[in-house]
């Protein structure tokens, strides 16, 4: 008999060029292209992960940045548990649109879900134009964790992951035995529904990863 794995769909959204796919490939292979090469209407990758020592595949939703594919995308964003919202540091005009994407999220009723925000490029830190006090103010005040990373140097993205996206899964998904997880740093207040998490809620509130300035 074979074991039913858990999966978990994680939606990457964003303007085109701020650098969705090649977080994704340094996440998923460890890998980075500077050739630009836009998606084309939405790319799908699995990677297999381990929780709190249950088996979990990840589903993963690679939007294309392109105007002409937007209207794609909220079918994907329906059913998604993790949102993840990428702008490019360097492009102050990324980080204004991610706004598009928030709303959309709103109109959907999404509340249920995981959501980050993520500022991309931080080794193009000479040509910053948010900075991450910016960016870490706008996300907490959505109760986004917002975590700053660099796709092309690896920089902070297994972090991001590690020690905030799945010990929050856990926490907001029940995975796993939830009596061992004191070290978890993320909060999250769109748990109401679930009693498990509202004993939890007690420990102290903070959404903002510290990513590197
Ligand atoms: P669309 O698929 O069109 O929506 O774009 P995308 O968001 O997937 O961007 P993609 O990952 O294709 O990256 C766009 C360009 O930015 C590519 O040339 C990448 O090499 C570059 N890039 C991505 N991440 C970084 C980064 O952290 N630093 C630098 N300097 N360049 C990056
Ligand atoms: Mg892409």
Redesign the pocket.
Known sequence: MTEEIEKYKII?L????????????RFSEDK????????IGLDFHSKNITIKGVNIRLLLY?????EKFKSLIPMYIRDANIIII?Y?IANKDSFINTNHWIKETKDLKRDDAIFVLIG?????NDNREISFEEGEKFAKDKNFIFYE?????GEGIQNLFNNYIFPLMAKKFSIGNDDDDKNYHADDERNEGNVKLKKQQKKKKSCCGKGKK
Not at 32 to 39: L, S
Not at 149 to 153: C, D, G, I, K, L
Request: aromatic share 8%.
């Open positions: 990457f964003g303007d085109q060029g701020v650098g969705k796919s090649s977080i994704l490939n980075f292209e500077q050739e630009y090469q836009a998606t690679d939007t294309a940045g392109q990428v490019d991309n490029k931080i080794d193009l990373v660099s796709a092309r140097s």
